[in-house]
């Protein structure tokens, strides 16, 4: 029985030294740190990807893109930010020539979806890309974002 405490104390001991010097280091480990969704994609490609909201305002105000919601079509028509298309990014590969033939391979793209845990943006944006729409660029959470800041939105239909 005394063996096991000593054993106990010692790992306890090595414990404490060990997490109070990776304090002070100036390299230490990040032990705890909250997990985000862009954690659990290739954080270079959402980098790629991603536009900020300001960004992809500024493209709006000036009609030099065009708005792509990602969500399925019942969701699209429950509102949307004013004059995107829907193309629900399940629905994306069967949809390739009608893509092509309506949007232009030079003009900026900017898909979005709704809800902070929401990535079918992201993988729109990826599928254009691929495509060849080299501009393609996801609005993370993008239509609460744009809603929150009284962006303009196309009323329901139903």
């Known amino acids: 029985m005394k063996a096991l405490s000593q054993i106990i104390g010692i ?15 100036s390299d230490s480990l990040h032990l705890w740190r909250p997990v985000h969704i ?62 092509v033939e309506r949007i232009p391979m030079d003009k900026p793209v900017v898909t979005y979806c709704d809800g902070d845990a929401c990535n079918l943006s992201h993988h729109l944006a990826k599928f254009l890309k691929d495509l060849g729409y080299a501009r393609a ?12 800041m009284g962006l303009p939105l196309a009323e329901s239909k139903g």
């Open 137 to 148: 660029r996801s609005l993370h959470n993008g239509l609460s974002r744009w809603q929150a």
């Open 38 to 99: 862009e954690s659990r994609a290739n954080a270079s490609e959402i980098d790629r990807l991603s536009i900020s909201l300001k960004q992809a305002e500024q493209l709006y105000q000036t009609d030099q893109a065009i708005f792509v919601d990602a969500r399925p079509g019942s969701a699209y028509q429950s509102g949307h930010i004013k004059g995107a298309i829907n193309l629900p990014w399940q629905q994306a590969e069967e949809r390739v020539l009608e893509i």
């Open 11 to 25: 790992f306890f001991l090595v414990g404490v030294a060990g997490f109070g010097s990776n304090m002070f280091r």
